[in-house]
């Protein structure tokens, strides 16, 4: 009996083919019974299976009763002739001739194309040849459907890739491996442990670890990265401490720029030097007269990014007349643009012991658009007429232009007001106690407590933190402090009165009122600082609890945040135009998509600065350290740093059985990581 197969009988003594370890392998046809056959394989073992796992090409015949040393020597010669033609047949050639032809077709219409009459061993080693390309045909038993050529570029795409991920596994492995060894023994990998790898790999583990840091395609990638890092422990931030061990990235690498997608050079704005020229231009060309008031800026001696200025009088009733200039980065600028969108993806400048990064061009924010004194600037500039005792009684803004007189500084103004020579300093101080006096009257909390700085030696290879105390200059902050409330409230008082909308900070709340007045003391700080919510942003004036005002819509920073550039554009939209640039919804949405944006770009501001007090620890990590007690309500005492300011939580039976707040201890620490932000607490001595 035989069983018909493709257009060939199966039957003892034929050669045949099967797939095995998707490869074909011969086998001799012993016996054949109901569609089932007993093979004897080149492998010389004996083997039963359904006629179906046979593949479509059969032959040649031989003698059923053959012994099984003349079966293999069948097998073999044939198995070196089809190798042979195998090797000889180019799979593209019969592609091409093919391709566009037909969707699919039998083997024996390929072996056509190439042959008269074909053989069984040709028809098998084209066979064998088409399986194996599988970029370009795929075998579905009896037929070969033929690809596309869009399907073939694809699959070869597609299995390039394949290959190259399998190079990178294989010696990403053994990389990561290597550096993590190298980093426990307290050193680098040097470059002739690195394994041999062509650049397009070196390069594709690069991207990889860098795209793990940002927090990029993490799910995509986590199988990749599970392979990988197999092995190594699991640290929070592998992939860093990887990158900083192969050199991709310095030692103290803020991750958190990478997180954020925040560049922090100027290097994003290249692409946007057509428009940046062309705003450049516009201030150089449209600069109208000055307003002739002589104006004033305080900031701190290394701010390039000067956004406000003032000018003082007082009027022969006892009020004040305060004329408060802004620089107005709006004039002429196309929202919605490539350049507004990649400044709203930046959404604020970040401000950084290691350097400043800054949210507009540079060759705008710290350049045509800053307020430098002698330079003829576009500013909204706002008249503030405020009675004997510091209340507000008007506000008229308008847009012009202003040449700023003085760029002072917070130190040059305290030692002026020290030493009483300039009477306008000192009209400004007594006018900032009126204007602070308000506040506390109606329950403003007014925070004020030692702001370390932070110094960097040897960045970024060999970095040593250097914290001093800085230098004190409190009626200084306290003038340029006030009078930026004041703008900030003033101007959203005067768009509430003429009924457009603006972003709006706000704090809600009901703050008891033994709370307010001016707070120094860390316990009294921390048990005002728990009971705030943080603000948040509206286009509805309401109160801010905090700073006891209603209707604080920031304004004042416009070259250094976006919410502060969009209610500028806002303002000076209405006084230009007589109407709002955007209603309450579209304020809205342009509020929610930069508070989105924010949450990662703010927690740089937040963190980055954390994690240098903590370096700065761990490199003192014999010296005692001042802490008082701020909260003992739980099991874990929480202890404030002033001169740091930095809280830490100590285990309550460390410090003794009588706790009160305020009270003073020296501690030390005995575990100190500032990437993971650990810091705990070893010794406690009360003071």
Known sequence: MSLFKEGRYVAPGNIVEFMHGNQPQLAFVMEEQAGKLKLYTITKREAKMPAARVLPWVGPQYSASASRQEMLDYMLAHQEKRGELQAGLDTMEIWELAQGELEKAPLKWFAGLLWEEPDADQISALGRAMIAAKTHFKFQPPEFTIYTKEKVELRLQQQAEEKAHEEIMSVGQELFKKIWNARESGSRIRPDQIPDMSDEIKEGLKSFLMDRISGLNEEKSNKMWSALRKGLPDHPHLPLLLAQGWGIVPPHHNYLLNEAEYVPDDSWAEEHSAEIERLVKAVETNAGDPCPLPMRSIDSATTKDIDDAFNLRKRDDGGYTLTIALARPCMDWKFESGLDQAVMNRGTSIYLPEGTSHMLPEALGIGALSLFSGKNRPALITTFEIDAHGILQSVDPHTGWVKITDNSTYLAVEQMLEEGSDDEMALAHELSEKLLQERIKHGAIV??????????????????????????????????????????????????????????????????????????????????????????????????????????SPITSPLRRYADFINMAQLCHYLIE?????DADELKDLADNLQLRLQSVIKVQRFRPRYWKLLYLAQHKKSWHHAVVVDDSGPLTTLAMPEIQINVRVPRPMLGDKLYPGQGFQIRFNKIDPLTNELRVMEAMEE
């Open 578 to 582: 007589g109407e709002a640039k955007w």
């Open 447 to 552: 925070i004020r407590r030692p702001e370390p700085e932070l110094a960097l030696e040897g960045w970024p290879q060999q970095t040593k933190v250097i914290m001093s105390a800085k230098e004190s200059t409190p009626r200084a902050d306290q003038i340029i402090s006030e009078f930026m409330i004041l703008a900030n409230s003033g101007l959203g008082k005067y768009a509430e009165e003429n009924n457009f909308p603006l972003l709006y900070r706000t704090q809600d709340i009901a703050l008891p009122s033994d709370l307010s007045g001016i707070i120094t003391e860390p316990h009294e700080i921390f048990l005002r600082v728990r009971q705030m919510i943080p603000p948040q942003m509206e286009t509805t004036p309401k109160k801010h609890a905090t700073l006891a005002v209603n209707g604080y």
